[in-house]
């Protein structure tokens, strides 16, 4: 699997020749089959995040992993203690 999604990666910039934004959906799941599949890629991604939290932020929105879901539940939270 983490091959697959190496080569969907590579794959990327080709698709994303054809009009439309193919490629990007070619990334985004190439990118989400190595995130899961690899240690280091895992690695990788969490020294991202720490650098920069906001594309951070918009990459777990996009692969809809657990941690996105939890920040947006917080926020919710908040918005609404501040508005009582």
Known sequence: MFS?????VILSPIVGAIPGPG????FAAGFGLMLRYSK????????????????GRWTDWGLRRAS???RAERKARLSESRSD
Do not use: Q
């Open 40 to 55: 280091w890629v895992k690695r990788r991604y969490v020294l991202f995040k720490r650098r920069w939290p906001k594309h």
């Open 68 to 70: 996105a879901k939890r």
């Open 4 to 8: 697959l999604g190496c080569f969907l």
């Open 23 to 26: 490629g990007m959906f070619v």
